[in-house]
């Protein structure tokens, strides 16, 4: 049973900064290309940003480029997501995902139904 557990949401000031952790269980991840979701109230979920399974390669949604920056461990199963210079726009819930297939990138992919989830984590950035 694949599991992903994100930490690190909370309220912050526009402007500052957040770090969001994501522990993967469940299987050998540094096989699966891994990534970040968010979804605002009333709004659809959308990619943020993905990194390969090797973390060589990433890609960044218009929206968050320059300011979030992923990353992962895959001695630890873990990713995380670093993000900067947070805006209103940016308050939402955060979802970690993981590809169910191997060698396998998310921003490749058009059906959510390919991926695992986590539960989500909410971000919250005041004016």
């Known amino acids: 049973q694949v599991q992903l557990v994100e930490s690190g949401g909370g309220l912050v000031q526009a402007g500052g900064s957040l770090r969001l952790s994501c522990a993967a269980s469940?299987?050998?991840?540094?096989?699966?290309?891994l990534g970040w979701f968010r979804q605002a109230p009333g709004k659809e979920r959308e990619f943020v940003v993905d990194?390969?399974?090797?973390?060589?390669?990433?890609s960044y949604a218009d929206a968050v480029k320059g300011r979030f920056t992923i990353s992962r461990d895959n001695a630890k199963n873990m990713v995380y997501l670093q993000m900067n210079s947070l805006k209103p726009e940016d308050t939402a819930v955060y979802y970690c995902?993981?590809?169910?297939?191997?060698?396998?990138?998310?921003?490749?992919?058009?059906?959510?139904?390919?991926?695992?989830w986590g539960q989500g984590t909410q971000v919250t950035v005041s004016s």
């Open positions: 990194i390969s399974w090797s973390g060589d390669s990433t």
């Open positions: 469940g299987r050998t991840f540094n096989k699966y290309g």
């Open positions: 995902a993981a590809h169910k297939r191997e060698y396998r990138r998310l921003v490749m992919s058009t059906n959510v139904s390919d991926f695992d």
